[in-house]
């Protein structure tokens, strides 16, 4: 019988012409005129699932459905929950795209197609290593494939799917398969995101605009109160300087500080993928540490006054601006955005009105970058890559993974294949060809290595031999 890389390496051109397929369906979520589309997607990797073995059923929500595909190992095998989604952006803006957005075009050694990274590829293959191990017979764990087809809309309904049905599902670990490697050959594991408080701000002195001339000097201009107010938000030293924001953030742990300065983040390319943008934030941490541990507050947008061609001698009557805090762990959104609201209204003077409403509160996501989860994740990686996975933080917020960590269990792990720069919801966007087979080996291996069954291939693979030995552990 043929090992489960052997399968995966035989059946490639195969699973290279399923994920063509996948990506041929527009499932585009945010447009009604795609819903067909996106039911037809769904039917498609449920099939897709049922063909590979596993016992694949499509749920209904309120909107897009959900698909899941089961495998049963036992019940003394541990459960493995891996979440994805099938849907995808608009491809606008279409001219900028050298290929048909919907149409998977290898240019040198990329995919390029809407949903190549996001998240289509990713779906392929967790389906791919799963049909693999079940050819191999060698898929010792309890596995649920939990592909959604609303995550670009936000996933309104997959957060009450899964509280309903957490029992059921009963998993020890859960991964989010929708997230990108630390950089080529550099796989990584995410246990942290950000939260997020967001809040809208509305500075008022009067019903409608004055002429400058005749009231300006005479009555208060929102537009300068506003910005009075926004530029108060921070100190000299970059930090926050709302009252209380940072009383539940914990200092940063010295090991992982240690760590992360020895995984080689690259603040030249990181300022050049910010557009050439100068680095600054938080005096006292570095820029990785700024973006993947500390919290932080930024202007959105901001508009008051005639901002059209020409003048307009005009005093606003409002101005408004929008305020994003991304969020540390011990964090939590809703106290800060009531924080938020008393730091404005203290600086507001008398006789001007202000609103502060809070739109969307997230609490961060953070799992145990030492967990049994992220151990064995580590030596599955690298297995297949030859070197030692990274274990970082992302910036950005992730609802889905806090859900799952507090809905069904703590140990979860945001491990995806896609590389930094994919072009993600933008033209263009691209994965490697090799990631496909690679991430299919590494999840097949973490199937064993997550059954205490690592014994079973005990092959290192090619790339092993560009292991560096130096390299510290991370943790
Ligand atoms: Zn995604």
């Known amino acids: 019988m043929p090992t489960a890389d052997e399968h995966l390496s035989r059946n490639l051109p195969e699973i290279l012409d399923a994920f063509a397929e996948l990506v041929a369906i527009p499932s585009i979520s945010t447009d009604p005129a795609h819903r067909e589309d996106v039911r037809r997607a769904a039917d498609w990797v449920r099939a897709r699932m049922e063909r590979a073995g596993l016992d694949a059923r499509i749920h209904e929500t309120t909107g897009h459905p959900l ?30 795209w050298r290929s048909p957005p919907f149409e998977l075009t290898r240019t040198g050694d990329d995919f390029v197609a809407r949903g190549a990274a996001d998240d289509k590829a990713q779906v392929v293959l967790q389906i791919a290593a799963a049909e693999a191990a079940l050819a191999a017979g060698t898929l010792p764990v309890n596995l649920v494939l939990l592909f959604e087809g609303e995550e670009e809309i936000g996933s309104p309904g997959l957060t009450p799917w899964v509280r309903e049905h957490a029992g059921e599902l009963e998993a020890d670990h859960a991964v989010i398969a929708d997230s990108m490697m630390f950089g080529a050959r550099r796989p990584s594991l995410i246990f942290g995101m950000r939260g997020l408080a967001y809040v809208e701000i509305e500075v008022r002195v009067g019903d409608h605009d004055l002429h400058s001339g005749q009231y300006g000097g005479a009555v208060p201009n929102p537009a300068l109160i506003l910005a009075r107010i926004l530029a108060s938000f921070h100190d000299e030293r970059g930090r926050v300087a709302i009252e209380g924001f940072y009383d539940d953030v914990l200092p940063l742990d010295d090991e992982l500080r240690r760590v992360w300065g020895s995984i080689g983040f690259d603040d030249g390319a990181f300022a050049r993928s910010a557009g050439g943008a100068a680095l600054s934030g938080e005096e006292g941490f570095a820029t990785h540490e700024r973006i993947w541990a500390r919290p932080c507050l930024d202007v959105n947008g901001m508009v008051a006054g005639y901002t059209g061609p ?68 580590a030596r599955a990686l690298g297995h297949v890559y030859g070197v030692e996975p990274v274990r970082i933080a992302g910036g950005g917020t992730l609802p889905i993974a806090r859900d799952l960590a507090e809905l069904l269990t703590p140990s979860v792990a945001v491990l995806g294949f896609a590389l930094p720069g994919a072009n993600m919801h933008a033209p263009n966007e691209w994965i490697p060809v090799e990631q496909i087979e690679l991430g299919a080996r590494s999840m097949v291996r973490l199937y064993q290595e997550l059954a205490g069954a690592q014994d079973h291939d005990p092959s290192p693979s090619a790339a092993r031999s560009v292991r560096d030995p130096e390299r510290p552990h991370p943790g």
């Open 67 to 96: 698909v899941v595909g089961r495998h049963h190992a036992g019940a003394e095998a541990p459960t493995l929950v891996v979440y994805a989604h099938y849907d995808v952006q608009p491809p606008d803006p279409l001219e900028e």
């Open 310 to 377: 020409g003048k307009k001698t005009v005093l606003p009557a409002v101005a408004r601006a929008k305020v994003s805090c991304r969020l540390a762990p011990e964090q939590d959104p809703e106290r800060i955005v009531s924080l938020v609201e008393r730091h404005v209204r203290k600086r507001t003077p008398d006789g001007v009105r202000v609103n502060v409403h809070g739109r969307q509160a997230n609490r961060p996501f953070r799992s145990d970058p030492r967990g049994p989860l992220f151990e064995a994740a």
